[in-house]
């Protein structure tokens, strides 16, 4: 899983664990013999079995694949590490945007596949932009929106809302936020890990492919409601 390295969610590793689903108990692996620290993986065949990001990917290969169970051995999203890190503090990363720490902020994780969706999105912030929430926007690397954005923000007044450099780091405004907001993207997890509250933009014509919100990983929402649901 993951992104290439040039993208700001870049990190390599060849730490990991192994996961128990008898016992729901973690143990990491060893680094000794790994294979090198890497990037947009998502399998490592490791001589005698398949590792596997994921049970969502292991019962995928078992039910729909010619894997038998034996030969997989699931492992968790190396990203995840990244979560344990120190962060900034919260007054810290919202003066960047000229938000007092007191006040409330919302962050949304776009991508491309919802790229074309911000006219809805910011038209919901707009009917209630009289709540005190603050929201933050951080697009995809490789979303090509950011003017479309800044126009939609600047012709709409939306004070309340800000575009996140390029170069922000994910995580330490995800740490800052109060609630994140996302659409099928592996940020719900690690918002969820780090115990923060997740909206899910529900759209009809992308049904959810891994069963995030069956998981119970976010709450859907439709984007013409979020404002009002936020």
């Not at 030969?71 to 962060?87: E, K, S, T, Y």
């Not at 069963?211 to 990983?217: D, F, L, P, Q």
């Amino acid at each position: 899983g993951g992104f290439s390295e040039d993208d700001t969610y870049s990190y390599s590793f060849n730490t990991g664990g192994r996961y128990d689903p008898a016992t729901d108990v973690w143990t990491p692996t060893s680094t000794t013999g790994a294979p090198s620290a890497r990037y947009s993986h998502t399998a490592v065949w490791t001589g005698d079995r398949m590792v596997v990001w994921g049970d969502y990917t292991r019962r995928l290969l078992v039910g729909e694949g010619s894997y038998r169970p034996e030969h997989l051995a699931v492992c968790g999203f190396p990203r995840i590490d990244a979560l344990v890190r120190a962060q900034p503090p919260r007054a810290e990363t919202l003066a960047r945007y000229g938000i007092p720490p007191e006040e409330r902020v919302a962050l949304y994780t776009s991508n491309m596949i919802v790229g074309d969706l911000y006219p809805q999105i910011l038209a919901s912030l707009k009917a209630v932009a009289a709540a005190p929430l603050h929201w933050i926007v951080k697009l995809h690397p490789r979303e090509a929106t950011r003017d479309r954005w800044e126009q939609a923000i600047r012709a709409q007044g939306l004070s309340g809302v800000h575009l996140a450099e390029p170069d922000a780091d994910f995580y330490a405004l995800l740490a800052a936020c109060d609630l994140h907001v996302s659409f099928v993207s592996t940020t719900l997890i690690e918002a969820a890990v780090m115990g923060k509250p997740n909206l899910g933009l529900s759209w009809a014509s992308v049904p959810d492919p891994v069963g995030y919100a069956e998981a119970g990983a976010y709450l859907p929402v439709d984007p013409a409601q979020l404002g009002e649901t936020a």
